[in-house]
């Protein structure tokens, strides 16, 4: 489970087995036993959520957001 980076507690990672076929770049997020995935594209948006309120995603929507970039970066070394 490569983590690409932590910040205010969160966990900001995948999994190495994404699906076959792999599923399109996305994020996942866990805080204690709280987790959410977020797609990054078209715009960041939650796939799923398990125990974080709306407004937690939103905060984490506006930590991902800038970070696009450096997550599909880590994804494609990680699945290149």
């Given amino acids: 489970m490569p983590v690409v980076f932590r910040e205010v507690g969160y966990r900001f990672h995948f999994y190495s087995d994404e699906g076959d076929p792999r599923e399109p770049v996305h994020i996942h997020v866990r805080k ?3 987790n959410a995935k ?3 594209y078209p715009e960041v ?3 799923y959520n398990r125990g974080f309120s709306s407004r937690v ?3 984490l929507i506006r930590i991902i957001e ?4 450096e997550i599909e970066s880590a994804w494609n070394d990680h699945f290149a």
Avoid: I, K, S
């Fill in 32 to 34: 204690g036993r709280d």
């Fill in 38 to 40: 977020f797609w990054l």
């Fill in 45 to 47: 948006a939650v796939a």
């Fill in 57 to 59: 995603q939103a905060e």
């Fill in 66 to 69: 800038p970070r696009r970039d």
